[in-house]
């Protein structure tokens, strides 16, 4: 079946301005996640979704960061006033939302360019 | 607080050998371990996890985990590496005590397999 898709692959902005990503997961699953990967590091967690409800945004690193789930099903990344430190690899993952568990399948990632 | 350390930032061996990926964690309560791979441009995928039970566990392509608590470790194994087992590996760690949906990836450990 479709795996986790994540449109676009590649985004290009400038500082300043507002961006959004989406997620598509698999059809199912419960639990959504978002990551960001900078180079030459392991994924960083953002915030994670239980259905429609943000169950832990803790990784979220400040207030230009908000992400939304409303039906339950995909997901958008929502970023404002971006940032050159934004710039990175964001990941999408989603799993059957059973609990810890859970394995969780990733998309291939929105590279995020700020200039 | 989750954390997960992958001490070599990569590891060389020859086609044939066997391959060992090292990982050590710190959580609070009881972990739940993954590791997972990630091939250029593309997404990370899925190897292995230890839940609970027999402590060597196995996976795709061979791969395999020995989860020792004693040590807090989780390295990743394989008795004969392929030149195709060239990739980029992380591990990550859950918290069990924690809820478990919250996911720390090490930095990764890059896996040069020469033929």
């Known amino acids: 079946g479709a795996g986790v898709s994540q449109t676009p692959s590649n985004k290009v902005t400038e500082k300043g301005k507002y961006v959004e990503l989406r997620c598509d997961p698999i059809?199912?699953?419960?639990?959504l996640y978002w990551y960001r990967q900078s180079l030459g590091q392991g994924p960083e967690f953002l915030i994670y979704?239980?259905?429609?409800?943000?169950?832990?945004d803790s990784g979220l690193p400040n207030d230009r960061f908000f992400a939304v789930r409303p039906e339950g099903s995909v997901s958008t990344l929502k970023i404002q006033r971006t940032e050159r430190g934004d710039s990175a690899v964001y990941l999408c993952?989603?799993?059957?939302?059973?609990?810890?568990?859970?394995?969780?399948?990733f998309g291939p990632g929105t590279r995020l360019t700020v200039l | 607080a989750q954390s997960v350390a992958q001490p070599e930032d990569q590891v060389n061996v020859a086609e044939g050998n066997p391959l060992t990926v090292k990982c050590t964690y710190s959580?609070?309560?009881?972990?739940?371990l993954f590791w997972y791979v990630q091939y250029p441009n593309r997404g990370l995928q899925f190897l292995l996890k230890?839940?609970?039970?027999?402590?060597l566990v196995k996976g795709s392509y061979g791969f395999e985990a020995e989860f020792n608590k004693s040590q807090t470790s989780f390295h990743l194994k394989k008795p004969s590496a392929l030149v195709s087992d060239s990739a980029l590996y992380f591990c990550?760690?859950?918290?069990?005590?924690?809820?478990?949906?919250?996911?720390?990836f090490g930095a990764g450990t890059r896996l040069f397999v020469k033929a």
């Open positions: 230890y839940i609970t039970g027999d402590n």
């Open positions: 993952a989603s799993s059957l939302g059973l609990g810890g568990t859970d394995t969780q399948y």
């Open positions: 059809s199912g699953h419960t639990a």
């Open positions: 959580v609070s309560g009881n972990p739940y």
């Open positions: 979704f239980q259905g429609t409800g943000a169950a832990d």
């Open positions: 990550a760690v859950r918290d069990i005590g924690t809820g478990g949906f919250k996911t720390i």
